[in-house]
């Protein structure tokens, strides 16, 4: 399907041109201009969700599935066209947005199947007791129902997985919320040729327009504008720690504060326990890196942080590492701003005291290669910058005396959306140790295995205690990330005409 950019707004069902405009800083192709979003046009955006909320929200379960499968075969209709300029935009390969494509839509396709189960209700049901004494009891239903418009920020990082159509926007929609989103400037004319998508999907299904809306770039203060209207119920955010607390204490300062579900980032600890790295460890090695170094570093569960107890075989896993590290040629960050942070992160990291710089490299303009550095958990432990994301290709391996010193490490930990045991049979004591305190630290432990595949599934969890997420009971990953976008309501006495269809 050949496509045609407007540079505009997609405001409840018309394309809307703002008065400025800015140019996108695409990796590779022609520079674009689009529409600068603005704080009325958020306005427009949020009482168009307001509107249709008035319908969407009582809209049955198999009309929003049937809306949700319509905008995965939009997507994949115009497949190639967002697989063209979103590599052109980002600088990822395009291998990796055809496999994103098949990601995005298959989780709108998956919620789709969700809601149809229903379980996602948790309907309950107290029969009326008139005869008890010395109270009766009266009729109680509970279900979980839709909490109004939601705002969802595009991710810098996943074009299509946690942008336009992304998880926040899928499972609010799955849930009856119509969706704003403010769209990255890191990939306008990716998010626009979805938002065409989702435009064709609501003409085919006959959904109020108001649903969805995409407003593009702008300055912060078209951020704000959308956490704090008072319209807006909810917000989904993926990005930096910096950014994302910014807006959650925007949501909290609000004089009706809302929930802010910000996943933030971690450095994700790969903890190698002894008999696990005398028995592969070279092989661990070369899976860290290239787990570390899978797209240029840029995803929020890489790897950046390995302890393992010092001796011999930790020497030989950092050989190993080092090798591989060396063979891993120059990638393309996202964006000029990434591989800026990039380069002060690594500069930030070489310049604490007794951390050894095992493989330097250079960060020219967008082009970026690994490094990796070397420090004592002693050291790790008493330089709380060590522990800070820098995102990116970037490795810290942190050496430590015994198994006491390593779980003095996890208990030092700030939250985590992971946290990995490389372990065999004879580590499982030390593993017993580590694993109540990781329980604590992380959203996803993994056994022998590497956090950089998230699978869109019934169990995942993605998001952790506070930095990693602003909400440790959410996800933003899997269908669970529905109950973002509910709450529960009884009803008492209702008249079983009157009550929501899924309770009749």
């Known amino acids: 399907m050949a496509y045609t950019l407007t540079g505009k707004h997609l405001i409840a069902g018309n394309w809307i041109a703002g008065s400025e ?5 695409p990796a590779t192709g022609p520079v674009r201009s689009f529409s600068v979003g603005s704080s009325a046009l958020v306005d427009q955006a949020v009482k168009a969700a307001e509107e249709a909320f008035e319908t969407y929200g009582y809209s049955s379960r198999e009309s929003r599935a049937a809306f949700l499968e319509a905008i995965a075969e939009e997507i994949d209709a115009r497949g190639d066209a967002i697989t063209e300029i979103g590599s052109q935009e980002s600088g990822l390969p395009e291998a990796r947005l055809i496999g994103e494509r098949g990601r995005t839509v ?27 004494k010395p109270l009766p009891r009266p009729d109680l239903k509970m279900v979980q129902r839709p909490i109004g418009p939601v705002g969802v920020f595009g991710a810098s990082n996943f074009p299509l997985a946690f942008s336009t159509a992304g998880g926040d926007t899928a499972s609010a929609l799955a849930a009856g ?74 949501c909290a300062r609000r004089p009706e504060p809302i929930p802010f579900f910000g996943e933030l980032g971690s450095v994700n600890p790969m903890f190698l326990l ?35 107890t010092e ?26 701003g990434i591989a800026d942070a990039y380069r002060k992160g690594a500069a930030r990291i070489a310049a604490v005291e007794n951390v050894r710089s095992v493989l330097t490299s250079t960060c020219d303009l967008r082009n970026a290669k690994p490094y990796l550095f070397q420090t004592t958990a002693e050291n790790w432990l008493a330089n709380h910058e060590l522990g800070e994301e820098v995102f990116g290709p970037l490795g810290i391996i942190v050496t430590a005396k015994d198994a006491d010193e390593m779980v003095k490490l996890a208990r030092s930990l700030e939250g985590q959306l992971t946290a990995t045991l490389q372990l065999e049979a004879g580590d499982e004591p030390v593993a017993s140790r580590l694993l109540p305190v990781l329980e604590r630290k992380a959203g996803r432990i993994l056994a022998n295995g590497f956090p950089t595949g998230v699978e869109v599934a019934d169990a995942m969890v993605h998001g952790g205690p506070y930095p990693a997420s602003t909400n440790f009971g959410a996800t933003s990953v899997g269908t669970m990330a ?12 209702i008249p079983a005409a009157l009550l929501p269809e899924d309770l009749q």
């Open 21 to 25: 405009t800015f140019d996108s800083s």
């Open 106 to 132: 298959g989780q709108l396709r998956l919620f789709a199947a969700h809601i149809r189960k229903g379980d996602y209700l948790d309907r309950r049901h107290d029969e009326a007791l008139p005869d008890r």
């Open 177 to 250: 919320c119509p969706v704003v989103v403010k769209g990255h400037e890191a990939h306008p004319g990716t998010a626009e040729i979805v938002g065409q998508a989702i435009d064709a999907a609501i003409k085919r299904t006959g959904v109020h327009p108001g649903v969805f809306s995409l407003v593009q770039g702008g300055s912060r203060d078209v951020g704000t504008a959308l956490v704090q209207h008072p319209l807006i119920k909810a917000v989904g955010f993926t990005g930096s720690l910096g950014a994302g607390r910014a807006l959650f204490d925007l």
């Open 274 to 308: 002894p008999e696990a790295v005398a028995a592969r460890g070279e092989a661990i090695a070369k899976g860290w890196v290239a787990s570390l170094t899978n797209g240029a570093g840029q995803f929020c569960t890489n790897p950046g942080i390995v302890v393992v």
């Open 311 to 336: 001796g011999t075989d930790a020497e030989t896993f950092t050989t190993t590492a080092e090798e591989a590290l060396a063979q891993v040629g120059a990638q393309t960050m996202l964006t000029d």
């Open 482 to 493: 529905i109950r973002r976008f509910l709450r529960p309501v009884c009803y008492q006495d």
